[in-house]
């Protein structure tokens, strides 16, 4: 059987990005891949790369999980855990330390965007963050993993790494292959359209969380930049902001961009934008009401428990192997 991975941080709040980008693509491919597990996880020990407030930390954590279910995921082929809780991974991702270079990793956008931002205060585990990735993924022999586009480059790093290994050891880890969403892969900042929407940022206006409530995500969509042309085309280069939002409509929908577009042509971006706002509530608001029921249910508890277990039992065996081939320890 296939095995689908993937992982996101608890950092800050989920966002519309977040969802399209990646958890509605989870959900999309448990519907079409039917021979497929999924194994889909927390990634908390990526979040602490960053300061994190522990409570909240511990909070959010929580809620993707929960976050996670309500979107629909199929809970009996989705193994849920949380990676802190698996030990190989991290185990693991120091491993592939020794099998990444620096300049790999001085390569890499996000982490040179994050320096960028931050400047002081840089921790060597920003730095090193796509080793664990790569551990997070080929620990389990991930054949596919779902992820936006800003992803894609750490994914490279991914099956580099993967490759390098089992050219000096043999044989050993699956060097998996990115899913990227043809629509919705990078929804775009609200307020600027040149960056990635992203729940690290401070202004709040520039991303829909997947918390906020209905009169918040119709103000931040009315607010939303577009431009002077007055014409609902798909420019991306010209119009950023209402090529973003024709994306989010057509990945809301599953509407094709061209039929949206004809749809409003000759409409105003005024009624384009009231519409949006009812789609993108139309999609968060009942994913909302079933995390509220989630997130306090004993049911998750349970669920995550139950993936630990599984994800445990093929990281510990894998490791184990993993240890023989590279020789640390007794046989
Ligand atoms: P940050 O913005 O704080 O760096 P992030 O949202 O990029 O965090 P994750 O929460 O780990 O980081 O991302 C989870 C998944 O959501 C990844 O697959 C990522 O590619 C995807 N994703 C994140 N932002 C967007 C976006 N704006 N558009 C599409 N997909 C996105
Ligand atoms: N690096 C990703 C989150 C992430 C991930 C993973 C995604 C950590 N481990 C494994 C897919 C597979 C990010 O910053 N968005």
Redesign the pocket.
């Known amino acids: 059987m296939k095995r689908i991975v993937?992982?996101?941080?608890?950092?800050?709040t989920?966002?519309?990005?977040?969802y399209?980008?990646?958890?509605k693509q989870f959900v999309k491919l448990q519907q079409k891949m039917t021979d497929c597990e999924f194994y889909l996880f927390i990634?908390d020990m990526?979040a602490i790369t960053t300061r994190q407030v522990p409570a909240e930390l511990r909070k959010r954590t929580l809620d993707i999980a929960a976050m996670y279910l309500a979107c629909g995921l199929d809970r009996e082929r989705t193994v849920l855990y949380i990676q802190s809780e698996i030990p190989q991974q991290t185990e693991l991702g120091y491993i592939l330390q020794s099998n990444v270079y620096m300049g790999e990793l001085e390569r890499m956008t996000?982490y040179k965007d994050?320096v960028a931002k931050q400047e002081t205060s840089i921790t060597s585990s920003l730095f090193t963050y796509p080793a664990l990735m790569a551990a997070d993924i080929i620990l389990y022999d991930a054949d596919y993993v779902?992820?936006?586009?800003?992803?894609k480059q750490h994914l490279e790093l991914t099956r580099t790494i993967a490759q390098r290994f089992n050219n000096y050891y043999g044989d050993f880890f699956t060097v998996p292959e990115p899913l990227i969403p043809e629509v919705?892969?990078?929804?775009?900042?609200l307020q600027n359209p040149e960056k990635?929407?992203?729940?690290?940022?401070e202004n709040d206006k520039g991303y829909i969380s997947m918390f906020d409530d209905e009169a918040s995500i119709r103000r931040k969509i009315r607010s939303a930049v577009t431009d002077s042309f007055g014409i609902i085309r798909f420019d991306p280069e010209n119009q950023p902001g209402l090529a973003n939002l024709l994306t989010i409509y057509a990945s809301c929908t599953d509407q094709s961009i061209e039929e949206i577009k004809d749809q409003y042509q000759d409409k105003s971006y005024k009624e384009f934008k009231d519409d949006l706002a009812e789609v993108v509530v139309g999609v968060l608001k009942p994913i909302h009401d079933a995390y509220q029921t989630i997130v306090k249910s004993q049911e998750l508890q349970d669920i995550l428990d139950h993936g630990r277990d599984i994800a445990s039992d093929y990281a510990f065996k894998k490791m184990r192997k993993c240890k023989r081939k590279i020789g640390v320890g007794r046989k």
Do not use: C, E, F, Y
């Open positions: 993937s992982g996101i941080k608890p950092t800050g989920l966002t519309l990005g977040n399209l980008g990646a958890i990634a990526h996000q994050k779902p992820v936006g586009d800003d992803q919705g892969a990078r929804i775009m900042d990635k929407m992203s729940k690290s940022d």
